[in-house]
């Protein structure tokens, strides 16, 4: 294969909703991420996000449900950015609906907080209707230029 430094490189995967998939998705963004030589700290941030991506899909979309899956789709253009597309097959969510988790009557909650996380971690946070009925994620991480 020719290897063009800007060559956008992409995977796709559809994992069951069982939460030790989320490894794979992230094993999946870590072969990316070395092969178009993202810096580690951005990688493991972007990682952070997409398990908090993942783990909402699983258990608040697909519910725990073994018959539904999630799709991932994970784009790398060197010195560019990062895109990460996360969909399951659940019912659909209005994120407008979500508490705030910095608010005081929410900081014990022991959930609640994937969102906001993402948000911390990434550029973009877009919720969409998914094709497959259910709700799509998508997050992009601009990447600087880096290590060439």
Same mark, same amino acid.
């Given at each position: 294969m020719l290897y063009? $430094?800007? +060559?956008? *490189?992409? /995977?796709?995967m559809a994992l069951q909703s069982r939460y030790e998939n989320i490894e794979l /998705? %992230?094993? +999946? #963004? #870590? %072969? #990316?991420?070395r092969e178009c030589r993202i810096e580690e700290e951005t990688l493991y941030w972007i990682g952070m996000a997409l398990r908090e991506a993942l783990a909402n899909a699983i258990k608040h979309g697909n519910k725990l449900s073994a018959a539904k899956r999630v799709f991932v789709e994970i784009c790398a253009e060197p010195g560019s950015e990062v895109s990460i597309r996360v969909e399951d097959e659940g019912e659909g969510f209005d994120p407008s609906q979500l508490e705030d988790p910095t608010s $005081? *009557?929410? #900081?014990? *909650?022991?959930?609640?907080?994937?969102?906001?996380?993402?948000?911390?971690? +990434?550029d973009e946070v877009r919720f969409l209707p998914g094709e497959r009925?259910?709700?799509r994620i998508e997050l992009v991480k601009r990447l600087h230029a880096g290590r060439d």
């Amino acid at each position: 294969m020719l290897y063009f $430094p800007r +060559m956008v *490189r992409k /995977a796709q995967m559809a994992l069951q909703s069982r939460y030790e998939n989320i490894e794979l /998705a %992230e094993h +999946m #963004l #870590l %072969e #990316l991420g070395r092969e178009c030589r993202i810096e580690e700290e951005t990688l493991y941030w972007i990682g952070m996000a997409l398990r908090e991506a993942l783990a909402n899909a699983i258990k608040h979309g697909n519910k725990l449900s073994a018959a539904k899956r999630v799709f991932v789709e994970i784009c790398a253009e060197p010195g560019s950015e990062v895109s990460i597309r996360v969909e399951d097959e659940g019912e659909g969510f209005d994120p407008s609906q979500l508490e705030d988790p910095t608010s $005081p *009557r929410n #900081l014990l *909650r022991s959930s609640g907080r994937g969102v906001f996380y993402m948000r911390s971690f +990434m550029d973009e946070v877009r919720f969409l209707p998914g094709e497959r009925g259910g709700t799509r994620i998508e997050l992009v991480k601009r990447l600087h230029a880096g290590r060439d």
